[in-house]
């Protein structure tokens, strides 16, 4: 999964873009936080893995009523496309890589942590292995374009074009 600050980099760069969608803030970014902020993500996320997001299945049990909902939503659309779009590979360099890339999303999308996120983000020099700045600023702008409301519909149309996984190499 994508570590907290590429969701809440995604999180304030879609409500920096869509405004007029009148977004509750604080309900907006805690819906954004949940799915990953809970023990059993196979549940959280309606997928056997966090990185197999089911946004058809969440959109099934919940919808795009409230901001906190839409958080939600932009949270598992985030993890699907990271892991459909974006990386081909994943080891537990992964998470070195989100350490290392941190402080320099959190400055370039005026990321700000929640409390209840601030103690589980970490920061470090090093060298990146899977990630860059480059890729992820690519897969931040591409989903804060989405309109989500736009974006449900299609996925409740043509459920199957957003449920299949594809096979991500583990090393």
Same mark, same amino acid.
Not at 40 to 52: C, D
Not at 60 to 71: Q, T
């Given at each position: 999964?994508?570590? &907290? ?6 999180? =304030?760069?879609?409500? =920096?873009?869509?405004? $007029? ?27 056997? *893995? ?7 299945? #969440?959109?099934? =049990?919940? /919808? ?6 839409? /958080? ?9 496309? #990271? ?7 994943? $080891? ?22 929640? =409390?209840?996120? *601030?103690?589980?983000?970490?920061? +470090?020099?090093?060298?990146? +292995?899977?990630?860059?700045?480059? !890729?992820?600023?690519? !897969? ?5 374009? &989405? ?8 996925? *409740? *149309? ?9 096979? !991500? +190499?583990? !090393?």
């Amino acid at each position: 999964m994508p570590g &907290y600050v590429i969701h809440l980099a995604v999180a =304030e760069r879609y409500l =920096e873009k869509h405004k $007029s969608k009148n977004e509750n803030y604080n309900e907006f970014i805690e819906g954004v936080i949940y799915p990953d902020s809970t023990k059993i993500k196979s549940e959280t996320h309606y997928g056997e *893995k966090s990185s197999e997001s089911n946004v058809y299945e #969440f959109l099934k =049990e919940h /919808g795009l009523n409230n901001s906190y909902e839409r /958080g939600y939503f932009l949270h598992l659309l985030t993890d699907y496309l #990271f892991y459909n779009r974006y990386i081909d590979t994943i $080891s537990n360099d992964i998470y070195s890589d989100y350490d290392i890339l941190n402080d320099k999303l959190i400055e370039k999308y005026n990321v700000k942590l929640p =409390e209840k996120v *601030k103690n589980t983000v970490s920061s +470090k020099e090093g060298q990146l +292995k899977i990630l860059s700045m480059e !890729l992820l600023d690519k !897969l931040i702008n591409e989903i804060s374009n &989405y309109d989500l409301d736009e974006l449900s519909l299609d996925i *409740k *149309k043509d459920p199957l074009k957003w449920t299949r996984m594809r096979k !991500l +190499k583990r !090393l």
